[in-house]
């Protein structure tokens, strides 16, 4: 069963209507369309994510989640047929702007991937490297602590620093993941599916990390999970996919609102039938 | 419906057999193949059984200290060595691998970092094709190219020559190792802050490293054996060379050519204990690098 959303013509969304100045926002999307080569995956996306909060992004495979994700930190740009309409904003900067460097965008909008991908170095190695790679002079011993710290794993290796991270556990490895992402001191830490491949302990771990983060950074997540968008999230985005005229599957946002207006009052029909489990 | 069948499989328990019996057709089959399959592989593994050990039994009565300190004899000499061929070939095989490893390395990074798909795919078509072409093919060429240009024989001319052997191997096996390092890590890598630049020096080519170094060896390896490009582009000699541009170096793979082809027992005694030192080189160089890929991080 195919369903139009009731607000498709009512298309910028705004999780803070009531009380705008209350929350600033970090990113902004402005009628942000995504293609790959000529097929279309992402359309008229219009969000604000307001800095130091959670922001959860839901909603069936395909849907275009980790696609707008890594436009914010632009890491499409490594895939070919990648191409890109509209703005993407931080700090009122178009990061698609002619003259922004990609590289210096990535130092402030850090990432987590799906698969824990620690580098073939040793733990320590893997916290220093961003920091060395961008210039980094104080204290990287320092460095390394704090943001193992940070990312709740210091208990566990700080007996084994120069170990191989590929020896760590799922669980250990994204963490590790965590704490390189907090080692550059980012202003946004994007997650794609962090959870996904690791146990519920783990995972717990994990989403406690992800609570504490929230004092410092401004956090964006994807997440298939919708308990884990309720446990985490401040703010929740669904997003849909629908079949264009030539067949193809392409995203668009539904609905953006508070976690709790998502999961227990939600506008649009699409949103109640998946966060209800009726499909997706 | 349903409840007849279970009715009839509670009353009528059929017998129950577990018991592994040897004379069933599948049983035999299975044995049968699996013994076809063993004697396959034992008559696959028999001629490097029976290289290494006739080259062994051929060259063990000559393999003592005189053969590494002694240079070759001439034609009535008694006794003498192969110390200058032993120097010689690795030598030629030092600048065949200062010339191909860092192109053959960058050319990899280009094709498996950099390069556009279609242009990739025709240069990994090159690469096959110039690793198909044979080494007498090769000696031609770099004598063509290299002697009659500068007008002389040369241990650059011959390490050229072997350079060209060594190159696909490097190549090919550079690229596959670049290919095995997960995206994930170029993109963990680029979601640092890092450059492509950064990303490949300092993570990827120390993930692929291992297997880079394994494929560098066994191209080394195959560089040592080589004859038929040196036939070509230097000359044998008794002596230790002298600088690489010496018209005559000597070295084990043409030693061996030329000692077992003469009617005298002493230097056909050295040929054999060269061809051991030969296979030894290649043995030890293959089994150095499986080491090294032991340590693989992917």
């Known amino acids: 069963m195919k369903h139009q959303p009731d607000n498709n013509q009512n298309n910028h969304h705004s999780p803070s209507q009531s009380n705008q100045s209350a929350l600033d926002e970090v990113l ?14 992402l359309k008229n996306v219009n969000m604000e994510i307001p800095r130091n909060e959670i922001t959860a992004l839901i909603g069936p495979s395909g849907c275009g989640k980790s696609t707008l994700i890594r436009c914010f930190n632009r890491l499409n740009d490594l895939i070919d047929s990648f191409r890109l ?12 702007a002619n003259k922004v460097d990609a590289v210096k965008v990535r130092r402030q909008i850090g990432m987590v991937f799906q698969k824990p991908n620690p580098f073939p170095k040793s733990i320590y190695d893997n916290i220093a490297y ?23 794993l210091w208990e566990e290796v700080k ?14 490895k994204q963490r ?18 962090p959870c996904s491949s690791l146990d519920p302990v783990s995972t717990e771990k994990v989403e406690d990390l992800i609570h504490h983060l929230k004092e410092n950074y401004t956090v964006m997540i994807v997440t298939h999970n919708m308990q884990q968008a309720s446990r985490v999230a401040d703010f929740t985005a669904f997003f849909n996919a629908e079949e264009g005229d030539s067949g193809n599957r392409f995203g668009y946002l539904v609905e953006y609102d508070r976690t709790e207006a998502i999961f227990n009052n939600p506008q649009a029909d699409a949103t109640q039938k998946y966060i209800s489990g009726r499909f997706g | 419906m349903s409840e007849s069948i279970t009715t009839n499989q509670q009353d009528q328990p059929k017998q129950l057999d577990l018991e592994y019996s ?53 034609a009535m000499q008694q006794g003498g060595g192969i110390s200058s061929a032993i120097v010689g070939t690795i030598l030629l095989v030092i600048i065949a691998g200062i010339i191909s490893i860092p192109f053959g390395i960058g050319a990899a990074i280009y094709l498996a970092e950099f390069s556009p798909k279609i242009v990739a795919k025709w240069i990994r078509f090159a690469t096959n094709v110039l690793s198909g072409v044979p080494s007498i093919i090769v000696g031609i060429f770099a004598y063509s190219v290299i002697v009659l240009t ?12 072997l350079a060209i052997l060594m190159l696909p191997i490097v190549i090919r096996t550079t690229d596959e190792a670049l290919q095995l390092v997960p995206q994930e890590v170029r993109w963990a890598s680029v979601g640092v802050g890092a450059s492509n630049f950064q990303t490949v020096l300092k993570v990827v080519l120390p993930a692929a490293l291992p297997a880079i170094l394994t494929g560098t060896t066994l191209a080394l390896a195959r560089a040592a054996g080589e004859t038929a490009p040196l036939i070509f582009t230097v000359l044998f000699s008794q002596y230790f060379p002298n600088g690489i541009f010496d018209e005559s170096v000597p070295s084990l793979s043409v030693l061996i050519y030329n000692f077992a082809t003469v009617p005298y027992q002493n230097q056909q ?25 032991r340590q693989q991080t992917y």
């Open chain 1, 28 to 41: 902004t999307t402005e009628q942000l369309c995504v293609y790959y080569g000529d097929q279309l995956a």
């Open chain 1, 85 to 96: 309409e509209g703005k993407v904003l931080y700090r009122n900067k178009n990061l698609y």
């Open chain 1, 130 to 152: 961003g920091a060395k790679i961008n210039g980094y002079t104080d204290d990287l011993d320092e460095l390394v602590e704090t943001s193992l710290k940070q990312a709740a």
């Open chain 1, 159 to 172: 007996d084994k620093l120069k170990e191989n991270a590929l020896s760590l556990s799922g669980g250990q």
């Open chain 1, 176 to 193: 590790l993941c965590i704490a390189r992402a907090v080692a550059l001191k980012p202003e946004v830490i994007l997650m794609d599916e």
């Open chain 2, 22 to 74: 040897g004379f069933e057709a599948r049983t035999i089959q299975d044995r049968g193949l699996t013994i076809l399959a063993f004697t396959l592989l034992g008559l696959a593994i028999l001629p490097l059984v029976l290289v290494v050990s006739y080259v062994i039994i051929k060259g063990f009565s000559r393999f003592n200290l005189n053969l590494l300190t002694e240079i070759p004899p001439t």
């Open chain 2, 150 to 161: 500068m007008d002389q024989f040369s241990a650059f001319a011959a390490g050229t020559a």
């Open chain 2, 269 to 293: 005694e050295l040929a054999w204990a060269a061809s051991l030192i030969l296979v030894l080189i290649v043995l030890i160089a293959s089994v150095l690098s499986r080491f090294i890929a």
